[in-house]
């Protein structure tokens, strides 16, 4: 070990390359040792297949809209009024639970049950029990679910044109396709129900504004006609004229707060007929033309990197470097 170090107490390079030189053979046939038993271990691996879709999404700018909008003094459409965020419905729980439990066409199952997660170990047989079968079932779904998140699927957002690339990887290549499509289902009916949703409320809000203010505008008009009937000649007293004109006042108040409910009430229903979907796919999924893993070249570098620094580390250890 001391001829590592040269009289300069460096490390002396020259002679720890010549000591590999030296040992050549003896590196290159672990390597190759160690490369061989990585790549016969990746052939037990189960081939992935990976596809993708991208999601952008889609702002109003109908001018016509924006023109009566306007006219009318309304700020936009129902569509600018709901904030969707597509990397939040996919990476949410509810999806995946979805997912996880649909009966899938091309391998015929659920993906509990493809990936084994229902299946009982041996303990767990030896002390299983009537009552606990909807705790496993949970305990499946869940161990399926997160799976499903931490392995199979990434999300990645383009910052600057907000773009969102999903990418889904599964050992059957049409599995793939078909979970990105009902992905892609999922997300495009949960946004155009939201829409919705969020403009049935608006309307059903503003019908009931106008029937309060409208309760509101015959109240006072009946005090009018009462307060008439009563006070013929009001005119004659400076106090009955003034609550005369206040009643006026609030009549012609109110009736504005109807005129604005009422324009409000024909924006909503034209929003409603001018709802478009806020999320849109660029590219659709495709079956996978090959396999994305297990990649063997990579199986085989890190086997002789290995292999090289386990016989490096074994001279050293018995001193012959």
Same mark, same amino acid.
């Given at each position: 070990?001391?001829? *590592?170090?040269?009289?300069?107490?460096?490390?002396?390079?020259?002679?720890?390359?010549?000591?590999?030189?030296?040992?050549?053979?003896?590196?290159?046939?672990?390597?190759?040792?160690?490369?061989?038993?990585?790549?016969?271990?990746?052939?037990?691996?189960?081939?992935?297949?990976?596809?993708?879709?991208?999601?952008?999404?889609?702002?109003?700018?109908?001018?016509?809209?924006?023109?009566?909008?306007?006219?009318?003094?309304?700020?936009?459409?129902?569509?600018?009024?709901?904030?969707?965020?597509?990397?939040?419905?996919?990476?949410?729980?509810?999806?995946?639970?979805?997912?996880?439990?649909?009966?899938?066409?091309?391998?015929?199952?659920?993906?509990?049950?493809?990936?084994?997660?229902?299946?009982?170990?041996?303990?767990?047989?030896?002390?299983?029990?009537?009552?606990?079968?909807?705790?496993?079932?949970?305990?499946?779904?869940?161990?399926?679910?997160?799976?499903?998140?931490?392995?199979?699927?990434?999300?990645?957002?383009?910052?600057?044109?907000?773009?969102?690339?999903?990418?889904?990887?599964?050992?059957?290549?049409?599995?793939?396709?078909?979970?990105?499509?009902?992905?892609?289902?999922?997300?495009?009916?949960?946004?155009?129900?939201?829409?919705? =949703?969020?403009?049935?409320?608006?309307?059903?809000?503003?019908?009931?504004?106008?029937?309060?203010?409208?309760?509101?505008?015959?109240?006072?008009?009946?005090?009018?006609?009462?307060?008439?009937?009563?006070?013929?000649?009001?005119?004659?007293?400076?106090?009955?004229?003034?609550?005369? =004109?206040?009643?006026? =006042?609030?009549?012609?108040?109110?009736?504005?707060?109807?005129?604005? *409910?009422?324009? =409000?009430?024909?924006?909503?229903? *034209?929003?409603?007929?001018?709802?478009?979907?806020?999320?849109?796919?660029?590219?659709?999924?495709?079956?996978?033309?090959?396999?994305?893993?297990?990649?063997?070249?990579?199986?085989?570098?890190?086997?002789?990197?290995?292999?090289?620094?386990?016989?490096?580390?074994?001279?050293?250890?018995?001193?012959?470097?």
């Amino acid at each position: 070990m001391n001829n *590592l170090i040269n009289s300069n107490d460096e490390i002396d390079f020259r002679y720890i390359i010549t000591r590999l030189y030296y040992f050549r053979f003896q590196l290159i046939q672990s390597s190759i040792v160690l490369g061989i038993l990585f790549v016969i271990i990746s052939l037990f691996q189960p081939k992935m297949y990976k596809s993708n879709i991208s999601f952008f999404k889609i702002n109003d700018t109908n001018n016509l809209s924006l023109s009566v909008d306007t006219i009318l003094g309304n700020d936009g459409g129902i569509n600018d009024k709901l904030d969707v965020d597509i990397t939040d419905i996919i990476s949410s729980k509810k999806l995946s639970i979805e997912v996880v439990n649909h009966q899938w066409t091309s391998i015929n199952n659920n993906l509990i049950s493809f990936w084994g997660f229902d299946k009982e170990g041996i303990i767990s047989k030896f002390f299983s029990s009537n009552g606990t079968s909807d705790f496993k079932t949970l305990v499946s779904e869940e161990a399926a679910v997160k799976e499903f998140i931490s392995k199979r699927i990434s999300i990645n957002e383009d910052l600057k044109t907000g773009l969102i690339t999903v990418y889904l990887e599964t050992e059957d290549r049409e599995l793939s396709v078909e979970i990105l499509n009902f992905i892609k289902d999922f997300v495009l009916d949960f946004s155009s129900s939201n829409i919705t =949703q969020l403009s049935e409320k608006e309307v059903e809000y503003l019908y009931t504004r106008v029937d309060s203010v409208n309760d509101e505008l015959k109240q006072i008009e009946q005090d009018m006609i009462n307060f008439l009937d009563n006070n013929k000649n009001y005119l004659d007293s400076p106090e009955l004229t003034i609550f005369y =004109q206040k009643l006026v =006042q609030d009549r012609m108040f109110t009736e504005n707060v109807m005129i604005t *409910l009422l324009q =409000q009430v024909e924006i909503a229903k *034209l929003n409603q007929i001018k709802i478009s979907p806020v999320i849109e796919t660029l590219d659709s999924p495709k079956k996978a033309a090959k396999k994305s893993s297990p990649k063997r070249i990579y199986w085989l570098l890190s086997g002789l990197s290995l292999g090289f620094i386990l016989s490096v580390l074994n001279l050293i250890y018995r001193r012959k470097i």
